[in-house]
Nanobody, 124 residues
Framework: QVQLVESGGGLVQAGGSLRLSCTASGSAFSLYVMGWFRQAPGKEREYVTSISRSGASTDYADSVKGRFTISRDNAKNTVYLQMNSLKPEDTAVYYC?????????????????WGQGTQVTVSS
């Protein structure tokens, strides 16, 4: 079992930055691929990014590539999402997720554990 807790959300103006954190407790954090997803009001939850167990490999949705950066610190059981050049369309609840796999999955169904989410609001 893995428990995930996100933090760092908030209100920011367009063009600004935020850094989200997701801290895990329970089973060995370094054994999980970690991902970030987001869900805007009235829309399905969508993939944002993922990172391999060692942190050596990452993957990004086209909508955030070049603006967002995922990283992890296995010693701190934490994964981060640095979000720069934020746009109003980035407004959503952001969720971190853990997958017991070696593949950087984009499908929600491949992730085994989820956090409760943190709200990010970008004003224009």
């Amino acid at each position: 079992q893995v428990q995930l807790v996100e933090s760092g959300g908030g209100l920011v103006q367009a063009g600004g930055s935020l850094r989200l954190s997701c801290t895990a407790s329970g089973s060995a954090f370094s054994l999980y691929v970690m991902g970030w997803f987001r869900q805007a009001p009235g829309k399905e939850r969508e993939y944002v990014t993922s990172i391999s167990r060692s942190g050596a490999s990452t993957d990004y949705a086209d909508s955030v590539k070049g603006r967002f950066t995922i990283s992890r610190d296995n010693a701190k059981n934490t994964v981060y999402l640095q979000m720069n050049s934020l746009k109003p369309e980035d407004t959503a609840v952001y969720y971190c997720a853990a997958a017991d796999t070696t593949v950087l999955w984009r499908r929600r169904s491949q992730y085994d554990y989820w956090g409760q989410g943190t709200q990010v609001t970008v004003s224009s």
